[in-house]
């Protein structure tokens, strides 16, 4: 593991191999302000790889190590995420949107990862839906959608909402801590799927985790 500037690893926990892939913003000023902190021993952080602004992409953490990205939260029934996945760290401060030349690159990254590890388009996923209390990266300026239209992420349509099924049995299924308290949920869906939705749950959002279900349980393909 030699060769990868950042000393902040370990060794995956059990011998696992990586199934998720968690996409970040650095919230920093710059994206050398975010790589000094990634590589400093002290700061006991980390990802795998480190996309700047312009498309530069760095690997500061060998993939088959156990980088510090993504701390306490759930995805699809796994509590130690870090160990179960690789992290992509965008430059961003959360507050714009992401330039061409960084989703390109990002675009180009996760098609080599998920080849490499056969990751499927319903494991690449946000900070923010494995950890929705503490984290909102990548954030609603981020193009889910359009990732999903390459095959590297999912976006569902609508699908038929099975009698009786509440927010919470359709956020779990789908692969989100069930639990959470359903306003955390509510807002963790939002934030990736409906940013302009506001109030309460309603059918809409009901109707777009029944389709999410679909990805979970059978890999469909993307949906526009």
Known sequence: MNGFP???FGERREGVKPSIIVIHYTAMASCAEARARLCDPEAEVSAHWLIAEDG???????????????GAGHWAGLSDINSHSI??????????????????ALEGLLR????????PPVRVIGHSDMAPARKTDPGPRFDWRRLAMQGLAVWPGPAEIPTGATLRD???????????DEGLLLTA??????????????EADLALLAGL?????DGAGPSA
Request: proline share 9%.
């Open 6 to 8: 950042s000393p902040n």
């Open 213 to 217: 279900v679909r990805f979970a349980v």
């Open 112 to 119: 080599d990862i998920m080849a490499r590890w056969a990751i």
């Open 87 to 104: 992290g992509i760290e965008l430059a961003n401060r959360g507050t714009h949107p992401f330039p061409e030349p960084q989703m390109a």
């Open 56 to 70: 530069a992409v760095e690997a500061l953490v060998d993939e088959a190590a156990r980088a510090w990205h993504a």
């Open 170 to 180: 359709l956020a779990g299924a789908a692969g989100y801590d069930p639990a959470l």
């Open 189 to 202: 869906v939002r934030l990736r799927f409906r940013p302009w939705a506001h109030g309460p749950v309603d």
